[in-house]
Structures are given as C-alpha cells and as structure tokens.
C-alpha cells in the first residue's frame, strides 16, 4: 500500500510496529507468501502480478540462499528506495484524533528512539490486522462469526457466535547428523496424539517446517487474549514436538534438532472493519462480478477450526470449497463505512468471516494493499474521500491499476491515453505462439481459455508499432511473461522450494532497447541490461516519431521471448 502510493505521487510515511517489515510473511513468524494455487482448473495456480510480484521476483535475485532474515532486508531495500516515502520502524499508533468522522492525525511512539511522532495527512491506511488505529478512530468493526442466515451462507454456522480463526506458531529444524535428545520446557501441555491425530488434516507428515493446526483462537477477545494465547501456544507446540520425538513414532526425527520457533503468533483473524459492501461467501463461490473490482482471489474457502489443538473433536479445517475461477474484489470493501478518510488492506478489511477464509491469504491481501495504496494517493490528489472516489472515479483508479500490473477478472484495460491502442499497424520479426494483436487486448496474461500473448520464435527478436502520423512519446511500457502457473513463493522448507523456479524466472526478458523513428532515423530512447520485473516502464525526454521499436535481445534462460502488453505514452 505505501509502496503504490508513493509511486502514485502521494507523500506516505509508514509506520511499522516491529523492527522489520512483513507481518506474518517475516522473519519473526515465516508465514508462506501464498496466493492463489488450488484452483479446480486447468492453470490450478494464478499467480498475483503487481508489487508482490516484483517482491517475490526480487527475494530470489538478492536471496537465492532462501535466508528469511535476508528477504526482511529486500522488503527493506525495496520499500526505502521510494523517494517519497518515510519509513518509521519499531513505531506504534498510541492515539488518534478524529472529528466529524475524519481522522486529523495520529500520535506514535518509536520504541528505539523514546520519540513521539504525531502524523497528520488527508489520507489515513490501515492495514495492521488487528487494526488498532481504525478502532480508536471509531472505525465501525465486526469479530466473530455470522450465522448462516445473514448472508445466506451456507458454510456458515447456524447461529452467530464470537469464535475467530486462531493464531499459530511456526518453527524450522536442523538436521544434525547424528541422534540428538529433546527435553521439553516445563510449561509444555502433554499433546494427545491418538484423539488428534485420527483427524485427516492434523497430521505429522514432516518433521521440517511446524504444524499449522497448532493453533489457538478465542470466541471473546483474541486481541486481548494475545500473550495469553502466545504462551499456551508455545505449550502446545512443545508438547507436540515432545511427542514427535520421544514417542518413538517417528524415527526420522531422531536426528532432527529445533533450529527456530517463533515467538510471535501469526493470526488468521480478529476485527473485520466494515465498508460500503461486506463481501461474503456467496460472492467467492458465484464468482460475482462488481463494477469496483480492484483485486482478486481464489484461495479455498480454509476457515480453520473454532479453539484449535483445544478443541480436538471437531477437524483442523474445514477446506469447504475449491474455486472453479477467481473471483473479485470490490473496492467498496477495502474503505470505512463511517470514517470518510480510512481505507484497509489485509485480513481487516470488509468480509464476512467465511469469505475471510479465502481472503485472508498474503497474495490476496498484497494485491489489496496495491489498490488501496493506488487509492490513497487519488483521494490526496482530488481532495475527495475514497467514497466520492469510488462514486465518480472507480474507472480511473482501475485503470492506473490494471496499467501498473494489477489484475482482476473480465476488466480489461481500456486506456484512452494509450497510444498502442491507436496504432496502424503492429507486427514481429517472428511468432511461434499466440498473436502480436494480443499485445494491446488490455488483457496482462494468458487465461484459462483464452491466449493474450505473443511469442517469438528465438531469441533477438523486434516489435514494432507503426503510426500514420507522428505521434508525441515520453515513455514505452512492457509486460513480460514470468509464468503465472507456476508457484514461486519462499518456504521455510526447502524441500517444497524444488518444485518451483528458485531464480529469477527464465521466462522473463532480460535485455532490451527500445527506439522511436525519429524525421526517418531511428533512435534509441531507453534500454535495460539485467531486467527483472514483469513490468517495465522506460520513461525518456519526449520525442516526436512515425514508429516504436523494441529490440528483445534474450531472456533468463528460455529460447524464445514473451510479451503480453505493450503501452505507448
């Protein structure tokens, strides 16, 4: 979010209340950065383009040694190169003051440096989880469960109750090339193995990464439960582990030593910030289609257990429903109903709780965190709230979206300003695969029955745009292919890495230049010598030309190039 707002033109500060970024995806907790990857289709993965893209593309450029410390600092590295944003690490929100239903400024405390910064800006984003700001602010909140009658939802519980999705606590392992002893800490719970483990879900399959179902919730207060939770967490955990190394069961642990346990828990759910509309379970199982979609998803409907390893009669999971197609998300859902200047990203945001279930994964939540960043720095530009923006410019921001590598089903880019849209012809030097027309469909990749691309056949390849008349350029944009079936996110086990591409992805193009017919004369405008994102802009001095060229020169290791957009500005 601050990320698209600062590349939007806004001025962001963004306060983070732990000393690296990343929430549940950082080093203190090690939560997969998982997206959409069980789609009950022919692609089964769609993978989320846009700044998580670009994170996960650059995790492995700079951290090929799959160090989680080491993807804090590219999170670090990416966020304090943006010129127009300020980052306050180790700061948390302490007060906020609101009047007539506006937030005027935040009071924060930095722990490091006994420093209080109040913050005052037209725009306030609250993508925290529990959402301390947006509640202190009176933002209107729902925790708990609804009942099925509600929403018509029939994974619901009968009736509405207040248990939340629980915490976990992860963990790594070493293997140690010899036997090595486990004494459990006093604290620890004694874990009843033969009533959890008949549970398909809650199983021991690995002795590498942690178990997800050791998880605690609360049907009163998780937030204020926290440390207690915390505590009893860790109980159980090493309870577990006491049994998966001393009962004999599992011999392949015998060499195994703990490496890392976190200290923090990873939380599925707590408050739910209410907007103008609450998307529920219906929505993600019909696929409906709203005139504000600004995202998407498609994560199974995973709502885990009420009261976790403490409540062993009922399954870890109910995995409910796989998804057919992904589905949309309305950007009605990512603002306040009744603060005029708060919008949310994250597990926070305007859901019912079983729709939580799916939304809540990281991919889906990053791929908010871009449209309501993008919003953001609208709101700021117009002076005008994110509900006057969603009444007058809900177009414009989707189509700054869907140019900067969002995507949200059947909304293809339609930008008027484009000047690819407009050429009289556009052809290649060669095409193995799909068509060079694709390139400006305003569609950024292939789908489940339909190709948007087109590719080369070979390496040094040309594009080439033509127009009848000279035209005014100041910049050339391209969307490359990285192959958005296949998975590419970092594991705590690296076992599970070797199924998936642990580099920069080979599809992607690596060299190019591009060059305008200036007066007859071609001329180069920009160029790229080690690329790694799928979107690329090369921005240069205006220059009047007939013509636009892109000379694709190779790629991180495929024979043939791939493109699914090409901009003219």
């Not at 703990?258 to 019909?286: H, K």
């Not at 885990?304 to 399954?315: A, S, V, Y």
Request: aromatic letters at 8%.
């Amino acid at each position: 979010a601050a990320v698209s707002a600062a590349r939007n033109g806004a001025k962001v500060v963004l306060v983070q209340d732990r000393p690296v970024l990343g929430g549940n995806a950082s080093s203190e907790m090690r939560v997969t950065v998982n997206g959409v990857k069980s789609l009950s289709n022919k692609h089964k993965v769609e993978r989320e383009t846009g700044i998580v893209e670009e994170l996960l593309i650059e995790n492995w450029h700079y951290n090929p040694q799959e160090s989680y410390h080491v993807w804090d600092h590219v999170l670090y590295n990416y966020v304090i190169r943006e010129k127009n944003l300020t980052l306050l690490l180790n700061t948390t929100a302490l007060d906020v003051d609101v009047s007539k239903n506006k937030i005027k400024s935040v009071v924060c405390r930095q722990l490091t440096t006994e420093t209080d910064f109040t913050v005052k800006a037209p725009i306030f984003i609250d993508c925290s989880g529990d959402g301390f700001m947006a509640a202190s602010a009176g933002a209107e909140f729902r925790q708990g469960r609804e009942g099925k009658a509600e929403f018509n939802e029939k994974y619901a519980p009968d009736e509405p109750d207040g248990w939340v999705m629980g915490d976990c606590i992860m963990m790594s392992t070493k293997d140690m090339g010899k036997p090595v002893p486990f004494h459990a800490p006093d604290y620890a719970i004694p874990f009843d193995a033969e009533k959890a483990l008949k549970d398909k879900h809650r199983k021991i399959k690995q002795v590498k990464e942690g178990f997800w179902w050791v998880e605690l919730s609360s049907d009163v207060d998780i937030i204020g439960e926290r440390d207690e939770i915390r505590h009893r967490l860790l109980a159980h955990f090493y309870g577990v582990w006491d049994h998966v190394k001393n009962s004999g069961d599992f011999p392949e642990a015998d060499n195994v030593a703990l490496d890392w346990i976190g200290s923090i828990p990873g939380r599925r759910e707590s408050r739910r910030f209410m907007g103008d509309y609450i998307l529920n379970e219906r929505d993600l199982l019909e696929a409906r289609h709203f005139d504000d979609a600004v995202a998407f998803g498609g994560w199974s409907l995973d709502e885990h257990c009420p009261g976790g390893i403490e409540n062993l009669d009922e399954p870890a999971s109910y995995f409910h429903s796989r998804f057919k197609e992904v589905y949309q998300v309305p950007f009605r859902s990512l603002y306040s109903k009744n603060i005029d200047n708060l919008l949310f990203a994250g597990r926070n945001v305007s859901v019912t709780h079983m729709a939580l279930s799916s939304t809540r994964i990281i991919g889906t939540c990053c791929m908010m965190g871009q449209a309501v960043g993008t919003a953001g720095a609208m709101c700021a530009e117009k002076g005008v709230s994110p509900r006057k923006l969603y009444q007058k410019s809900i177009n414009e921001l989707q189509e700054q979206l869907l140019r900067d590598d969002s995507y949200f089903p059947y909304r293809p880019a339609k930008d008027k300003n484009d000047k690819a849209r407009t050429a009289s012809l556009i052809f290649a030097s060669s095409t193995s695969s799909g068509d060079v027309k694709n390139l400006t469909n305003g569609v950024g990749r292939d789908l489940v029955d339909k190709i948007n691309h087109w590719q080369s056949s070979g390496l040094n390849a040309e594009l080439q745009l033509e127009w009848n008349k000279p035209q005014k350029f100041t910049s050339v944009e391209m969307k490359f292919d990285t192959n958005l079936q296949r998975n590419m996110m970092m594991h705590k086990n690296p076992a599970k890495n070797k199924s998936q591409v642990t580099a920069v992805p080979p599809e992607l193009v690596k060299e190019f230049t591009v060059e305008a017919r200036v007066q007859g004369s071609w001329k180069e405008v920009g160029k790229k010598e080690y690329n790694i994102t799928r979107l690329v802009k090369i921005n240069f001095d205006e220059v009047k030309a007939t013509a636009i060229r892109l000379n694709l020169k190779n790629t991180h290791g495929k024979n043939n190039i791939r493109m699914y957009e090409v901009r003219c500005y």
